[in-house]
């Protein structure tokens, strides 16, 4: 699912708005768990769970063995694998010119952004300077690039295709950031229309370079086209997306400590007894123990709001969230034109971790299931969790799992805390994202790409699933499960305008011999 344009548009414009406001609603960006923080609009009366008898049932049921099996065992092979490293035809031509961007959003966005800037550097037989990460209005974290990803790595691996600078020679040394926020400058391409075409670069891109050897791209989001574009550099793209771009050792280490500490916890090693297992199901104990599974979960109060759905906070709740957003979007939310019980008809609520917990249930996840919550905030805290942390009583997330020692470089600094999870989202032997957006594409990508499990969520099943009032437990769970099977990771091959970060075959894929 592609992110709301409208949405994220008007985001922008109000971003700096929601600036004034972040301490207010950002109170805890590294923790969803770690504390439930005072109340603004007294609207965190403890939401009440939305569906009772399904959670009744859910906390009780026994799952059936199979289920579990099918469930944890890997992807087979669908005869897709990474294609070969590319051999580079052409040597690196020694240019005299350099290609600048800055870039918008947050840490999965900005991905993207490398990935076609080495694209539009290559295009333009230009040398690219390391990419300007800015600071992102909603997230203000202001890691540079080479605070987050390791940046030797990153000019090491693509030496044979594209020359990479640190920083520009003396004599550009006067096109910076703050040069291009305080006038209209010549050398800044400020018009590169989204998914560009590589001949709109050599257009109007290249004849700047000839004048003044540099040209700042900016802004650059979104700004080379996936279709109709030579095989060569979408492979480019591919390499620099899931070869080039690498975490910084520490978050590296970090990411392995809270993967081993989720594969072999130190007091909870599973057992045949504490997993209710009758003789003969040890199966399932070497099947299942050492794995987990990571929930990216998004539902802040900025989604929460714009999606105009009732979340169970009653009144309170539904007041705080209608305020919230007449001042960030002024009434243009599409969404408030429908009642609730229409949006979730057409599949369009954000799943609350309620709802989360349901689903996991009826897939097949048991009570002694380790679960990793990826999640910036939860709106609401801990008592929006509660129900999810009842059906799931092993989960953890990145706060509860290390010190505050360990975690000292990483707190307070929403791409890095980002790129943790992205980090373990990546070693996990089941992935779920229950929110659609740039992260959940990423990996969705990223995983596809070396066929691991992911669980895509049937928004609009669910969303008539959860207004059906009636359902009992095994009706649910049967439709659940025959909704999603075709939803773990069957690769799907790009369509004409889909990105290839999210749709790695056939572009960055190769049949398998
Ligand atoms: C897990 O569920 C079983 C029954 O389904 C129950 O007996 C057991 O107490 C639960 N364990 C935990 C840790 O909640
Ligand atoms: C870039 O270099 C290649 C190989 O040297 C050449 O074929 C191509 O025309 C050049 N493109 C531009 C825009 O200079
Ligand atoms: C759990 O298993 C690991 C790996 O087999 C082992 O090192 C550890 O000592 C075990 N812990 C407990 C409490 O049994
Ligand atoms: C609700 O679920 C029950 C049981 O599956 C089914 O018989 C009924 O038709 C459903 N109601 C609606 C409105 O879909």
């Not at 369009?348 to 996991?360: D, F, V």
């Not at 909704?483 to 773990?488: L, P, V």
Request: charge should be positive; proline fraction near 6%.
């Amino acid at each position: 699912m592609m992110p709301n344009p409208q949405f994220q548009s008007q985001r922008t414009a109000f971003a700096g708005l929601l600036a004034t406001l972040i301490p207010f609603f950002f109170p805890d960006l590294f923790s969803p768990l770690g504390r439930s923080f005072p109340s603004l609009f007294s609207e965190w009366n403890a939401p009440k769970p939305m569906h009772l008898t399904l959670l009744e049932a859910a906390l009780h049921h026994q799952i059936p063995f199979r289920h579990q099996l099918d469930l944890w065992s890997p992807l087979p092979s669908q005869g897709w694998e990474p294609c070969p490293p590319l051999q580079s035809s052409t040597p690196v031509p020694k240019t005299q010119y350099y290609v600048q961007v800055f870039l918008d959003g947050g840490l999965n966005q900005q991905r993207m952004g490398i990935c076609d800037a080495v694209a539009v550097a290559k295009i333009l037989n230009a040398t690219l300077v390391i990419p300007h990460l800015e600071v992102n209005p909603v997230w203000q974290d202001s890691s540079s690039f080479d605070d987050i990803f390791d940046v030797d790595h990153f000019i090491q691996v693509l030496k044979d295709d594209i020359s990479i600078v640190r920083e520009l020679p003396d004599k550009f040394s006067w096109s910076t950031r703050e040069y291009y926020a305080t006038g209209i400058r010549q050398t800044r391409i400020k018009t590169a229309p989204v998914q560009a075409s590589v001949e709109w670069y050599l257009e109007n891109v290249l004849p700047v370079l000839q004048s003044y050897g540099i040209a700042a791209i900016s802004p650059f989001s979104h700004r080379l086209a996936f279709n109709n574009l030579p095989s060569n550099l979408q492979r480019l793209r591919c390499k620099v997306n899931f070869e080039s771009l690498v975490f910084v050792p520490h978050i590296q280490k970090l990411g392995e400590t809270l993967v081993n500490r989720l594969r072999y916890p130190l007091s909870q090693n599973l057992t045949a007894e504490t997993m209710h297992l009758k003789d003969g199901q040890e199966a399932i104990k070497n099947m299942i123990g050492g794995k987990f599974v990571v929930l990216h979960l998004r539902f802040d109060k900025d989604m929460a709001a714009h999606s105009a759905c009732e979340f169970g906070g009653g009144k309170a709740e539904r007041v705080a969230l209608a305020k919230y957003r007449q001042v960030i979007w002024q009434g243009r939310v599409m969404n408030s034109q429908y009642i609730d019980e229409e949006l979730r008809n057409q599949g369009r609520c954000p799943l609350t971790p309620e709802e989360i917990g349901l689903l996991l249930a009826a897939l097949g996840f048991s009570n002694t299931t380790r679960l990793y919550l990826a999640s910036h905030k939860v709106y609401g805290g801990e008592a929006r969790i509660l129900t999810l942390r009842k059906l799931f009583p092993l989960m953890v997330d990145k706060k509860s799992l290390t010190s505050a020692e360990e975690r000292e470089k990483v707190e307070w600094k929403a791409s890095l805390s980002s790129a943790l999870d992205y980090y373990v989202s990546m070693q996990s032997d089941i992935f779920i994202s229950a929110s659609p957006g740039n992260m959940h594409n990423a990996l969705v990508g990223h995983r596809a790409f070396y066929n691991m499990k992911t669980i895509r969520p049937s928004m609009g099943l669910l969303g008539k699933l959860f207004l059906n009032k009636t359902i009992g437990w095994s009706e649910f769970e049967e439709a659940v499960r025959s909704g999603h099977r075709n939803r773990q990771g069957t690769i799907r091959l790009r369509k004409e305008t889909q990105s290839i970060y999210t749709y790695p075959a056939p572009d960055c894929m190769c049949r398998s011999s």
